[in-house]
């Protein structure tokens, strides 16, 4: 199977100039570190090249536009690309933004010249001019062969002829610097050079990359094509003729896409984890939200925060207008294995739908669930998130939190610290000194509420934390004590007085 691939000449200049809406003839380039990692012909004939400094670009073409290097904006414009090849041949490869390969289509359009004018005639229907085609019987001859074609062209190179081909080619094309460089310094600037070279020797000293090259220049190294599978079109909505003015009218309306937006996720073992609500009136976005699920949504959720996400717009005005479409857009969906129950089960169905029933009662705020996050002191580490939202922005665990104190966890944590007293063997209050140190032994010590005196059995600390010292924040010192009846405390000296903010039941 022949192979093609379509090259979209100088694409990150391109999709940046597209993105800030710039015509495609002004010169331009973008730069990383003041570095030209990419520029366009029009800069190239300004003496402007890959790898120059800035100043020095500029100073060769003052009228040069400069353009931030941003991956993630290539990949995401060079989608379309892929989208429009996916439509005349399905199985396509992307290399990087700007470049694609795919099995040649040659037998379908009439010939391989004739399949490369259709693909070329499609993309600059999307605005992509400098395109250009190679077709060869491996990827590295076929990109090789697309850098050589010109503008809206393809370069076909016959079958048994890459090695050929290959051969006429210098040695810059290998991509690989250091090997490029040593080549070079060794006398042997053309592939043909390095053909001549005995394999064994080449896999040693220039590495994998161009031991692949040389096997490819005596006609091997062919490789499949690792192609990508369309991804589906998922996204779900629903119109309303007439418009409708009602949270109630819209849910009830909406349920059938509802049931229809988990059931073709259900045909492809799929769930959702996070969805997109949009909410259009009178044809303009009117409100839309990203809610996000611990496990993953069934109709029943989506229809509850769509329920949420347009009572709240309506009761802050973002909403002026009879709704007109609602649009459900998976962000995120995983194999339903996932999230599949244990071997034990997982959370009885009808607890859930209690839940869910007495949020839609109250509210999605009503109803929440504690969840672990990084921090100092016990109060700190915690957090409630609603039921059924995936807890985000939360303090990461993994930072080392100096002053916190060591496992296990107290298990009860107080809202509202208790009031403590501790006192020394002479039964004068202990008292922490400003280095840290104890004035005395504690001997007995009043946890606070309704607890009574009682002798110390125990104790560990200090585990002192000085809290944002930079703004005069507060010092305090946490002691862990058990007394003689076997229960621990969590207790804290913070300069004035003594407090139990934690038990160890």
Known sequence: MRTMTVWCADWPVVAALADRDLPGHLPAAVFAANIVRACNGAARDFGVRRGMRRRDAQARCPELVILDEVPERDVRSFERVLAALEELRPGVAPLRP???????????????PEAGAVIAECLVGLGVRDVRIGVADELFTSEQAARCAGVQESFVVPPGESGAFLRTLPVDVLDEPEAVSLLKRLGLPGLGDLARLPAVDVEA??????????RVLHGGGARPLSTRTPPPELVCEVDFEPALDSAEAVCFSARQTAERFVAQLAARQLVCTEVLLVVEADGAVASERRWLHPRWFTATDLIDRLHWQLVGSLRVGDIRSAITRVRMVPETVVPEGDHADGLWGGTDARVERGIARVQGLLGQEAVVAPVLQGGRSPADRQALVPWGERATALRPRGLPWPGSIPPPAPARVFPAPWAADVLDAAGRPLAVLPRGALSGDPARFKPGGAETWQPVAAWAGPWPVDEQWWEGGRVLVRFQMVGVDGRAWLVTFDGSGWVTEAAYD
Do not use: N, Q, T
Request: proline content about 4%; charged content about 20%.
């Open 98 to 112: 700007g470049l694609a390969a795919l099995k040649s289509p040659g037998r379908f359009y009439g010939g391989e």
């Open 205 to 214: 000293r220039f590495g994998a990359r161009v031991a692949w090259v040389h």
